[in-house]
Nanobody, 128 residues
Framework: HVQLVESGGGSVQGGGSLRLSCAAS????????MGWFRQAPGKEREGVAA???????SYVDSVKGRFTISKDNAKNTLYLQMNSLQPEDTAVYYC??????????????????????WGQGTQVTVSS
């Protein structure tokens, strides 16, 4: 089993930046994919960015060029650097991880949320 704990959320003005962190613990050697998702009030959950053990990444179009996903393997921590934040980025952000037993591509995995383990979420609020 894998446990995920997000941190780094908060309130920021439009145009500002935040960096989210996701600390993984437990059977972390089993993780092949990790990702970030978000859910705004009244909206469906949306895949934001995903990362695989080989270093490949995938992003939803709305964050390309503004958000960067990365991982510190020594710390078992996933990051999401968010720049040029906009009010429409306001949401609860969730970290997710998966061992990759289900064979789907990274973009499909992000789109369809094919992840086994999920964190509790951290709130990001962007004011105009």
């Amino acid at each position: 089993h894998v446990q995920l704990v997000e941190s780094g959320g908060g309130s920021v003005q439009g145009g500002g930046s935040l960096r989210l962190s996701c600390a993984a613990s437990g059977n972390t050697n089993s993780i092949y994919f990790m990702g970030w998702f978000r859910q705004a009030p009244g909206k469906e959950r949306e895949g934001v960015a995903a990362f695989d053990r080989d270093g490949s990444t995938s992003y939803v179009d709305s964050v390309k060029g503004r958000f960067t996903i990365s991982k510190d393997n020594a710390k078992n921590t996933l990051y999401l650097q968010m720049n040029s934040l906009q009010p429409e980025d306001t949401a609860v952000y969730y970290c997710a991880a998966d061992p990759g037993i289900v064979r789907v591509g990274l973009a499909t995995r992000l789109r369809d949320a094919v992840f086994r383990y999920w964190g509790q979420g951290t709130q990001v609020t962007v004011s105009s």
